[in-house]
């Protein structure tokens, strides 16, 4: 082999072995720059050591980065006149720079002593740490954002968690003030009910009162004056005494007529069903109207308080019939089967019309809503509904077993 191509064969490898440490130098670089865990300082310090060796006289290179405040540099680094650089932004604005020099003079090359390959090396490495505090900065600015966002979710947290405290709050109050509020309407429905059976009690009263003594008295008077009339004749008082004894005669049916209206004792002496008949009976009697009454089943074996809440009620609702139906007739169906009592009440008019939430309340009666309510505390319940071709159905249901009416 002749000296040039001894020369040309050297001179391959030794190009051969530069573009190796060059692209060594990239690799561990590159390698470097992805790790995520360490800092920038520390990232730094490990990217400057490997530079002197990609270069052409590693034992006289010397290195230097230079970014922001930060400035790192291998130890042998001295300024000189035989050095290259190249810059890189860091964001913000701002640049850093990558130095390479030699601490001796070198044989002259593409940019004085410097290859042209460690040109290209040195502005590929400026592009990396470009790239590298590219993605340290969108790193930055995603942690950032999550701790912005960490941290609006942990104060909406904290509102949510002092609304829902306030919600609790409110709930657990509103619920003591609607439980406060139901043992008011529990204490308003007993007195209430209590009220109307010490009214009947008072209405038994005056009409015993009436009985045994009003009564009596009108009825000795009767005899008294009876006696009188074989008298009269020659007294000359027959005519007055005539007079005195319809008048008698009126007061005496008014009296009796006022002590069944006030508490008819029917419904004490005979119980409910003969409450009604008596109840029918009157309204036919008193009004003129048709009254057909029809009782189901064995009968009935109820309370006081009961038996005069349902007849009250009874009582009520014809009246209302009578007073605003405009209705002929009035037709009244009891049924007692297996504890529970329905009585159903219906007419021929034009309907009776539920007046607000009270109903049509009249003078010494419930009205629809004390109905409802008198009989709620029996647990029993009060529905309307007009029937086809005219008229209104009114039916009563109620437990005799002590149950809620279903």
Known sequence: MNKTSQNSKDRLLWQFQERVKELTALH???AILQNDRKGVEKILGEF???LPAAWQYPRDAAARIVAGDLSLATPNYAATRWKQSSFFGIGGGKRGRIEVSYLIKQKAAFEGPFLKEERQLIDSLAKMLHAFYQKRSAQKAIHDALDHLEEKVA???????????KLKAEIAERKRSEQTIIRYQQKLKKLASELTLTEERERRAIASDLHDHIGQALAMIRVKLKNLEGNAVFSGAERDLEEIRMLLEQTI???RNLTFELSPPVLYDLGFEAGLEWLAEQTRRKYGKAVKLLCRGPKLQLSEDLRVTLFRSVRELMVNIIKHAGADNMFIVLTNSGGRLTIEVSDDGIGLVEKGAGGAVEPG???LFSIREQLGCFGGRLSLAPLPGGGTQAVIICRTDGKEAG
């Open 28 to 30: 561990k670089a590159s």
């Open 365 to 367: 009666g419930f009205g």
């Open 48 to 50: 400057i050591k490997i």
């Open 253 to 255: 049916s008014y009296t």
């Open 155 to 165: 104060k909406r947290t904290s509102l949510l968690n002092d609304a829902n405290l």
